[in-house]
Every structure is written in C-alpha cells, then in structure tokens.
C-alpha cells in the first residue's frame, strides 16, 4: 500500500509560479513511475506529466510543455511538479499518482495508487 499526499497548491495569478509536492509513505518510489494529472468538475482526469523510476525519462502534456517541470527526489521520497506562466485554464485540482509498471502512461487508468488532490487556482 502507498500512501500519496500533494502539497503546494493555492490562488495565484497569471504568469505566477507554484511547486506541487507529493510526498509518498508505505513504500519507496524510486521503483515507480509517477504522474501527476489533473482534473476540473465535470471533466475527466488528464494527464500533465510523468517520470520514470530512475528520474531520467519525463513525459509532457503539450498544454504544459515549457512551462511545467516535474522531478522526484528518491532520497525524499517525494515528487514535484514545478508549475511556471501559469495561465487561468491550468485551475484544477492536481493528484500525483504511482504507477507499478515500467513505462509513463498518460492515462489514470493504470495508476495504481493517488492522492487526495491540491487545489490550484490561477486569476486572470
């Protein structure tokens, strides 16, 4: 079992930065990968970005390619999304999530394991 708690998420402004945290307990996650999606009421979950096990390999959503960084310190055992030129349409409530295969998979479905979620808010 693995438990995922985000952190880091608030109200700000367009052009703002924020850095999410996912701290994890019950297992390490230098063995996953991880993802951190988001998802707006009424719409489905969608994929932001993704790491793999050792850190070396990152996946993008185009929607936040260049402005979105996401890292794991294993040592930590914590992820981070690193969020910069947030725009008002990146308002959503973010979740980290692991997954126990190999590769980054941009859907939820094979994720096995999530957290309750960070609200994060950006102004016009």
């Known amino acids: 079992q693995v438990q995922l708690v985000e952190s880091g998420g608030g109200l700000v402004q367009a052009g703002d930065s924020l850095r999410l945290s996912c701290a994890a307990s019950?297992?390490?996650?230098?063995?996953?990968?991880m993802g951190w999606f988001r998802q707006i009421p009424g719409k489905e979950r969608e994929f932001v970005a993704g790491?793999?096990?050792?850190?070396?390999?990152?996946y993008y959503a185009d929607s936040v390619k260049g402005r979105f960084t996401i890292s794991r310190d294993n040592a930590k055992n914590t992820v981070y999304l690193q969020m910069n030129s947030l725009k008002p349409e990146d308002t959503a409530v973010y979740y980290c999530?692991?997954?126990?295969?190999?590769?980054?998979?941009?859907?939820?479905?094979?994720?096995?394991?999530w957290g309750q979620g960070t609200q994060v808010t950006v102004s016009s």
């Open positions: 790491i793999s096990r050792g850190g070396s390999n990152t």
């Open positions: 019950g297992r390490t996650l230098s063995s996953y990968v």
């Open positions: 999530a692991v997954d126990l295969a190999f590769a980054i998979a941009t859907t939820p479905t094979p994720y096995d394991y």
